[in-house]
């Protein structure tokens, strides 16, 4: 038995929130061998999806976090981890950008490696049509996040792992992508990427702004860095 705890921050999803969670809810019903709570991490959302959140307490296993303001994703995503004591965590966002059919594959390939992604750039991958500059920034982004860990998709936000991967350090992103915080910090030996189609978000919108474009930069300088002065020490 496979038993994981998956969080889902969410910001405004109050349409979104129950989608996910039947689609979730579904594609495991056919997998016996796992065991899944969802834990909704919600900052006090102006649309109620707290609320609705707890109304889904009552269809399945799903726990609630709130919390007093927007505190960001990476801290949502850390706040509801702290909540389990299941051997394996993982993340989805609750826009369903994240297709839950892939589930199954990223779960159960914890049993060979420690750090499962859900990989936007796969040969069998889609990205749904991205705006110019959302595609742009994001080349870039993952240009040189991907020079520096060697994965695939290291600004994934989709991915599971072994608790001991994130166990032992401070993880300090507390923004966007600390799935790139995690591979170059986290204590690991294998990794695996399993394609997705990304898929838009049909209700409210993106909470990505010029501030986490800014704040990924400085990232990117300082894991730099980090990773040398690591490699420096031998
Ligand atoms: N709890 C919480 N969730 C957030 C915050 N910012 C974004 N999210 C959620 O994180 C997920 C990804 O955010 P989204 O805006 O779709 O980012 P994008 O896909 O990169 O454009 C969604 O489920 C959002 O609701 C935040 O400050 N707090
Ligand atoms: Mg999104």
Known sequence: MIEISLVTPTYNERENLPLLAAEIFEVLA???DIDLELIVVDDNSPDGTGAVAEAL???YPVQVVHRA???GLGSAVLEGWALSDRPYLGVI???LSHDPAILPELIHSLREVDL???SRFGETSKVEKWAWHRKLISQVG???ARLITGAEDPLSGYFFLRREVVEDFALTSTGYKILLEILVKGRYEKHRSIPFVFRNRQFSSSKLNLREHLLFAMQ???FSC???FRKGRG
Request: net charge negative.
């Open 220 to 222: 990117i300088l300082y």
């Open 30 to 32: 056919s997998e016996p």
């Open 57 to 59: 307490k009552a269809d």
């Open 142 to 144: 993952v240009g040189s």
């Open 116 to 118: 499962a992604m859900g």
């Open 226 to 228: 980090y990773k040398l």
């Open 93 to 95: 966002d609750a826009d």
């Open 69 to 71: 303001g927007k505190l």
